[in-house]
T-cell receptor, first 113, second 110 residues
Framework: DAGVTQSPTHLIKTRGQQVTLRCSPK?????VSWYQQALGQGPQFIFQ???????QRGNFPDRFSGHQFPNYSSELNVNALLLGDSALYLC????????????FGSGTRLTVV | RKEVEQDPGPFNVPEGATVAFNCTYS??????FFWYRQDCRKEPKLLMS???SGNEDGRFTAQLNRASQYISLLIRDSKLSDSATYLC???????????FGQGTELSVKP
């Protein structure tokens, strides 16, 4: 039973570029959330997807967008990258009926230079 | 004021010590409470959920005081393997968004 899978594991991008991160949820999970964790900080909620729709969004600019596919996998897109976007991006999945038992992926470490 | 605030770290303790972490949260409507553990450069992993009645899992005891909006984690007989960052996490009750504290780093020394 695979857990949450994220790709790529590491990524280096230049300021102004665009990036797409991918997440496959744990088998049986239907809800995917994305978090940004800067160095020395706790993860910050970006948004959550359920039934292919954004259900909730945190305080992130519109440069951050996402998508959920019919197989429940998800993508996080960030446009016009800034140095401050350098962080660990975590995907967490759950089953909406599970009373919020989340499983996290091992993350994508994005470095913007 | 941050939504979830934790003791600033790091905590440096000898093996066998008892260590306590404290956390406060601002949203009285919060519904679920957790402690997560995060090892260096890894993903957070659920350590334990926290219930109003208090709960224990081996050397770990968690307490929740809803009136004071306060959560605690007690680790007894610390092991070297307990060295990690401990994250206090609150579910905001609106669709499952998790709100994390900034984390408290624990270093257990021989």
């Amino acid at each position: 039973d695979a857990g949450v899978t994220q790709s790529p594991t590491h990524l280096i991008k230049t300021r102004g570029q665009q990036v797409t991160l991918r997440c496959s949820p744990k088998s049986g999970h239907d809800t995917v959330s994305w978090y940004q964790q800067a160095l020395g900080q706790g993860p910050q909620f970006i948004f959550q997807y359920y039934e292919e729709e954004e259900r909730q969004r945190g305080n992130f600019p519109d440069r951050f967008s996402g998508h959920q596919f019919p197989n429940y996998s998800s993508e996080l897109n960030v446009n016009a990258l800034l140095l401050g976007d350098s962080a660990l991006y975590l995907c967490a999945s759950t089953r909406v009926s599970d009373n919020y038992g989340y499983t996290f992926g091992s993350g994508t470490r994005l470095t913007v230079v | 004021r941050k939504e979830v605030e934790q003791d600033p770290g790091p905590f440096n303790v000898p093996e066998g010590a008892t260590v306590a972490f404290n956390c406060t949260y601002s949203n009285s409507a919060s519904q679920s409470f957790f402690w997560y553990r995060q090892d260096c450069r890894k993903e957070p992993k659920l350590l334990m959920s926290v219930y109003s009645s208090g709960n224990e899992d081996g050397r770990f005891t968690a307490q929740l005081n809803r009136a004071s909006q306060y959560i605690s984690l007690l680790i007894r007989d610390s092991k070297l393997s307990d060295s990690a960052t401990y994250l206090c996490v609150v579910n905001d009750g609106r669709g499952g968004k998790l709100i994390f504290g900034q984390g408290t780093e624990l270093s257990v020394k021989p």
